[in-house]
């Protein structure tokens, strides 16, 4: 993975000595609340319904185990909810949620999150932070954040090119940006290397797939305007294929024409994608005039050498790693028998949890953050810190943050597999349930952000709860199931085989039910925003109506099709008609 230069390293420590000076001057007074706000946000410090809430930047998802220890850290001896007021007053809701302290939190954006750190308190996390070369640099604002990819990014076995050092270089491009420091929304970036598309780029204001033309050559696809929130939008190709030495250059192009054209007298119609929406060719047409006068009257300086792209690519080179002389094959033969013989788990676990490698003595394993008790991607302190061990002893020393907020070991020898289930089983983190149900994404909703109308993580636990069962999850199959507390779709409900989006109704939490979402992988298909399946439901149906949806998919389904294509052969109509029929029964016994 990328190390941080002297430079970077200077960087990063000389914002947190700036900050640590921006802090001490609001607290004395010499800074005003309205001049500190944006300068906090500006280094990744919200403050949400009842404490801040700090989200840290880890660029394309990489982490190493230093990194992750600094988080540890900061979770035991920062995150702590008993420093903060949270009456029922405060809460606004009818009862005092019960809310985890001492974790960061993984995001579907690759990044960690802390809930409960006091301000008083910030400068110091944001040192230790500094220690590892890490920081919250552009995780909010109106700029470019922290760029995303494929969790398997440089060991994928249907990979085109590493998408590692282009997401590197943009970073370091992107990174304090003079020209894009106020743009009028965020901007999101995601890149892919491979045929599947596991970074769901097509939901980005700008997506990017390396692909190769007929001649062989490397290049970038280039969507613009995909998002979610209240307009759930797909990206649009605007180019097929753009040599990839030119991706900053056309990068420059495209958040320019949205920096001039994109509106600032709205919040909700701000983002690139109503631009493009509205504008349909204009757009391009403009992006496209941008891009000649970058390559012709400014001599396109972004222009990535050969010797540049090398340069960072060595960054990025697989760890040497002693593999023993056995073939792969007679390995995984060997760890089949021993998962048949010991364990049903071990075998599911083999399923479900680990990937192929580009490296046929490697596999990729994720660990599982999703279990009842905790809220999805919830990591504790002694989870981050066994984690890091983990990947110092099984994956030397890199994990990867994924989109669906688990963390990834990407370099496991094979003969190491069931040493590492059991250390991984024993932490609670190896529950063979990735791809499944109960490997929900799920935003904080409203027991932690302002913004949320409903509660995500009652709803969460309450499924978690109900399917606990192994046989049952593995007998539903491959399911993405997604809720979000608010309509900005943190938890990306739009992409959801099932979505579940939070509503407000007359001060009451009510949530709404959406259907045959992708994300774009081969499992979901093309991208495509999930359709409502009738009125909202209450927060004591949605358990229910998530069971009778299953229910009717197992009605269904012939053979071992998943629930998304039972969907789409039989349409939603025997589903909405099941989950209607959860609510007459409300109804009726409330009568």
């Not at 809930?115 to 890490?134: E, F, Q």
């Not at 028998?337 to 680990?354: G, I, P, Y």
């Not at 993580?457 to 507390?485: F, T, V």
């Amino acid at each position: 993975m990328y190390q941080y230069s002297d430079f970077d390293r200077q960087f990063v420590q000389l914002r947190a000595d700036q900050y640590r000076d921006q802090l001490t001057r609001w607290q004395a007074g010499t800074l005003k609340e309205d001049e500190f706000k944006p300068l906090r946000l500006q280094n990744g410090w919200y403050v949400q319904r009842f404490a801040p809430m700090l989200r840290v930047a880890v660029p394309y998802g990489e982490i190493n185990s230093a990194q992750l220890k600094v988080l540890a850290k900061i979770a035991r001896d920062f995150d702590h909810k008993e420093e903060h007021d949270v009456s029922k007053a405060n809460a606004g809701l009818s009862e005092v949620p019960t809310l985890p302290d001492r974790c960061g939190h993984f995001t579907t954006r690759q990044n960690v999150q802390y809930n409960w750190i006091p301000l008083a308190r910030s400068a110091d996390v944001m040192d230790l932070l500094a220690s590892v070369g890490m920081h919250g640099i552009q995780t909010s604002g109106n700029c470019i954040r922290n760029i995303t990819t494929d969790a398997l990014a440089g060991i994928a076995v249907d990979e085109v090119a590493d998408p590692r050092p282009f997401a590197e270089i943009m970073r370091q491009w992107s990174t304090l940006h003079p020209e894009f420091a106020f743009l009028p929304r965020k901007f999101k970036v995601a890149i892919t290397g491979a045929r599947e598309d596991r970074a769901a780029t097509a939901w980005h204001d700008v997506g990017l797939r390396l692909l190769r033309n007929v001649d062989g050559e490397l290049g970038f696809q280039v969507r613009v305007g995909g998002g979610m929130g209240r307009t759930p939008i797909i990206g649009s190709v605007i180019r097929e294929f753009l040599p990839w030495n030119q991706i900053l250059n056309y990068l420059e192009a495209v958040v320019r024409a949205y920096n001039r054209f994109g509106r600032r007298d709205n919040i909700y119609k701000a983002r690139i994608k109503i631009l493009v929406k509205a504008e349909g060719q204009a757009f391009t047409d403009q992006v496209e005039t941008e891009y000649r006068d970058i390559i012709e009257k400014d001599g396109a300086p972004h222009t990535i050498s050969q010797t540049e792209l090398d340069r960072v690519s060595a960054f990025f080179v697989p760890p040497q790693l002693n593999c023993d002389r056995k073939s792969a094959d007679a390995k995984i033969a060997h760890i089949l028998k021993a998962a048949a013989e010991d364990d049903m788990e071990f075998s599911r676990w083999l399923t479900q949890n680990v990937k192929p490698h580009q490296n046929p003595d490697l596999r990729a394993v994720t660990l599982s953050f999703k279990r009842f008790g905790q809220a999805p991607g919830d990591a504790t302190a002694e989870q981050l810190e066994r984690a890091a061990e983990l990947a110092e002893r099984f994956s030397a020393g890199e994990a990867r943050v994924t989109h669906e907020q688990n963390l990834l070991l990407p370099w496991v020898r094979c003969d190491q597999l069931p040493e590492l289930w059991r250390e991984a089983r024993r932490l609670g983190l190896a529950k063979p349930n990735i791809g499944l149900l109960t490997d929900m994404i799920a935003c904080p909703g409203g027991d932690f952000c302002d913004l949320a109308n409903a509660r995500s993580l009652p709803l969460a636990q309450a499924i978690l709860g109900r399917y606990k069962d192994l046989d049952e999850l593995h007998d539903l199959g491959e399911i993405d199931l997604h809720i979000s507390g608010c309509i900005n779709s943190c938890g990306h409900h739009h992409s959801g085989h099932i979505g579940i989006l939070g509503v407000d109704k007359d001060g009451q939490e009510w949530y709404q039910v959406t259907l045959g979402g992708s994300d774009g992988t081969r499992l979901s298909g093309e991208s495509a925003p999930g359709k409502v399946i009738g009125p909202s439901f209450a927060a004591s149906e949605v358990a229910d109506v998530i069971e009778a949806l299953l229910d009717t998919y197992r009605a269904q389904r012939t053979g071992t099709e998943t629930f998304v294509a039972t969907l789409r052969r039989t349409g939603a109509d025997p589903f909405k008609t099941a989950a209607n029929a959860v609510r007459t029964s409300t109804a009726r016994a409330t009568a």
